[in-house]
Each structure stands twice: as C-alpha cells, then as structure tokens.
C-alpha cells in the first residue's frame, strides 16, 4: 500500500513537500516513481528514484525545480517541488514497482503496478 500525503494549494513561485509512505513494498526491491495526471490526459511520469536511492531520473518539464529522495526511514520516498508554476496542477500519485536493476528506474507509467490514492497539487497564478 502507498500513501501520498503534503499536497495542498500554493501560489506560482511557491513549494510543496511530497511524502510517499510504503508498507508491503520495501525500499529493497522496488524502485518508485512520482507521476502526476489531470482529468482527461494520460499519467504522466514526473520523477523517479532507484532501489539504492543514488539514481533518480526527472522529466523535461520539472528538471532543475523538483527533487526526488529516499527517506532514512526504509519506506518513505519524498519529491521536493520548488518554483511550481500553474502548469505543475495536478494529483500527484506515487508508484512501486519491483526492479531487479537497483541502480537504475524508470518514469514510464506502464511499468507500475502498485499506486497509491494520490494527492491534490493546486497552483495559483
């Protein structure tokens, strides 16, 4: 089970704190990722971070203003989102998945299978 929390409603330029709390999946042998998706467009990948937390991948879109980290509790993945614009509105949802390569992951929503409820994001102008 995965659950986001520290979603909420900030002004353009602001911040958000994403945590992702996992039970059942542990930090061992899944890799996580941070997706995020409006209504009538697909999941769309927004960052990601390895089995041993030193790799992270990050789209395009949020490259340089979001940071995606493992927690030194064992099943808390955190995404820092700084300077968000109107753009970055959305619910945001984290995803595990179990990946035998522990160096490397992966913003492709087609590999996970594990999801939690998601949390709202709501930028204002």
């Known amino acids: 089970q995965l659950v986001e929390s520290g979603g909420g409603l900030v002004q353009s330029g602001g911040s958000l704190r994403l945590s992702c709390a996992a039970s059942?999946?542990?930090?061992?042998?899944?890799?996580i990722g941070w997706f995020r998706q409006i209504p009538g467009k697909e999941r769309e990948g927004v960052a990601c971070?390895?089995?041993?937390?030193?790799?992270?991948k990050y789209a395009n879109s949020v490259k340089g203003r979001f940071t995606v980290s493992r927690g030194s509790a064992k099943n808390e993945v955190f995404l820092q989102m700084n300077s968000l614009r109107p753009e970055d509105t959305a619910v945001y949802y984290c995803?595990?998945?179990?990946?035998?390569?522990?160096?490397?992951?992966?913003?492709?929503?087609?590999?996970?299978?594990?999801w939690g409820q998601g949390t709202q994001v709501t930028v204002s102008s």
């Open positions: 995803g595990a998945e179990r990946r035998l390569d522990k160096f490397s992951c992966s913003i492709d929503a087609d590999y996970y299978n594990y």
């Open positions: 059942e999946v542990t930090s061992d042998d899944y890799m």
């Open positions: 971070v390895s089995i041993s937390g030193t790799y992270t």
